[in-house]
């Protein structure tokens, strides 16, 4: 058994760091997150000329055919760099139930034209409830067609097609369909933009049974989850340093242990994190029995984690760090937005409950 | 990252499961809840035949009678011992802790005397660090050791020994130069308990039971050969023990916690909250959730750190982290076994109302203990501040 990282993932997760710091310094993300899609199509053609736009997707649709662990250690790194646009909701979520929901066919027909950086997409799931529940949906497809409103989709803008999660089916709708409407949200993130996209008799292909999207949301869930730690990461070098430079009563503020013990815990947790997102990726990956409770504790412990490591980072920060030039409140708003994306810890818990207490808890056996 | 179990994992686990099947005592639950005073050569029993199938420290290299077992198999042993509920060792701190250390600073004539009986329990160690002034500062240590004519002489008082009562021999860490600073004039004495001048008292803790002791020092003569490593580096032979004793452990709490976690949730479908089992009211399920989480954390958490070590090559300040981590969610376990066993939970053992024989309220006033024995809470943030992100020492 090997818990760490081989060769060939290890040179991935490096040679990933240096990529998103050298082409997305923090400059690039103030720079981008103040246009209306946080898009920036000379970036997005590098990410596909290094292969991570289709990191995942096998080699018959174009992609590289690597696993999860290596989408996780891309995702990772995105968070480090505090990543805008739209990778996540491309590959990550669109790219990942597409790949998991279509036939061979149909892959073969969507993924290579995202693998190769000229497409991107997006998952339309929450509706006016806001339940990540599939169960709780409302929008039906009648004659392949949709009609209704979906919320909080990320870059739906810049979306050329996006997958839709109705009560019937994953459908697929094109980003020129008739009766497709798409208005920005405003939310906390300015990384990531949010969309209202509304459906009025929008012609659309049924991909899949709704039940087929489980593994695809797992898979994006854990992405998300590794991207969470990249920030948290990040959250805790930038505190770290600072507590070693920043003095106050003629020392080191590191040096009280109000502070420093602070430290300790952000790391604590940044690892624990990390610990559960790496288990929850190679479990989802290799189907193990217990692949969709690994995914929510990682959800469960990296939802509630990257909301405290961020609690912890602007208050050791002190002033400085509730000024809008410090970058912590930066990833303090996409660690909100990515909290509640697919579920919060609360959601998890009761989900985990129905796996481990109720009916016959195979995966309490197995985990 | 692969962590489905090699051949060579395999292997070895299923040659010690076969093992275990044909010597594994079958009357252990009789005599579990016995006090460890009567129960204590039944132990010694058991780690005798262990020796003997050559199992009793599967960590250590073969030549000194181990396995040279990597770590992941240290955590598949533990795991089938666990799976049959086999009982304890007796020599536990002999076995995990000042074994290796001896290995790591003994000398040859040093490691030929005594581990050989520490393996098969013929002889008891027991642990001398902590004293009344010294328990977090434990460079502070007091106990004094003077050099007259071969022999060290030692005078001064130790707490919080475990099986004192039962030691035939003791690491003990003593103060042979005083005039240098606290940790440099410390230096670590093998010391048979049998000594003159040497007294055990039993130390009663919050729970009502004595796992600890105090031992008294009055001018006992220890021999110049016992002393282990060099005169006055005895901070670094002590610390050697310490890392043994935050590393290797959490691997065998896992199970145990794994063990409670499913017992939790077991009762929570018998135990009836506002007119229905525990297990379907909406906020213990949160709780139970949560905690199920951490533990089931607690072991990747350990299983990183393996993979971390294994290709390091030394155990390091991961020890402070797992050791923050279980002891601080033991008492998060502990206090939702309360929440949901409610006016139950009080009840010790002898209560014919008691839930599981009182294992519950047992288990809530020990685990206070959790986050001070083997290096405080603080003691870990220290730790993981100082040595791992490199923060400016804060004493």
Redesign the interface.
Known sequence: MEFGLNESQEILRDSARQFFTGECPMSEVRRLMETDTAFDQRLWTKFAEQGYTGITFPEEAGGVGLGCVELILLMEEAGRALLPGPFFSTVALAGSIAHTVGTAAQGKEYLPRIGRGEARATLAFLESDASWNPAALQMVAKNDKLTGEKLFVTDAAIADWMLVAANNGVFLVQSNAAGLRIQPMLGMDLTRKIYAVQFDHTPAEKLAELSAISKGLDIAAVALCAEMVGGMQRMLDLTVEYAKTRKQFGKPIGMFQAVQHQCADMYLETESARSAVYYAAWAVEHESPDAAAAASIAKIYTSDAARTVGNRAIQIHGGMGFTWENDIHLYYRRAKSSETMFGDATFHRERLATHVIDAGSTAAQHA | ??????AE?LAFRDEFRAWLESHVPKDWSAWREKPLEESFSYLRAWQRKLYEGGWAAVSWPKEYGGRSATL?QQAIFWEEMARVEAPPMANALGLGLIGPTIIAHGTPEQKARYIPKILSAEEIWCQGFSEPNAGSDLAALQTEARLSDGHYVVNGQKVWTSYGWVGDWCELVVRTDPATAKHKGLTVLLVDMKSPGVEVRPLRQMTGESEFNEIFFRDVRVPVENVLGKVNDGWNVAVSTLMHERGAYGARLILTFKRNI?RL?EL??TVQRNGRPA?HD?VL??K???C???V??MR??Q??A???I??TGAPGPEGS?QK??WSELNQRLQQLAQELLGPLGQLVAGDAHAADRGIWSYGYLRSRGNTIEAGTS?V???I???F???????Y
């Open positions: 990252m692969d962590l489905n179990l090699t994992e992941m499913h949730i929570s479908r297990a909406p399920r949160q139970l959730a949560q199920y989480a951490e089931e954390i990747l958490n299983l990183r393996f993979s971390r294994t290709s982290i923050l981590f603080e870990q943030r220290n993981i501040g100082h791992v992100l490199g923060l400016p020492r804060s």
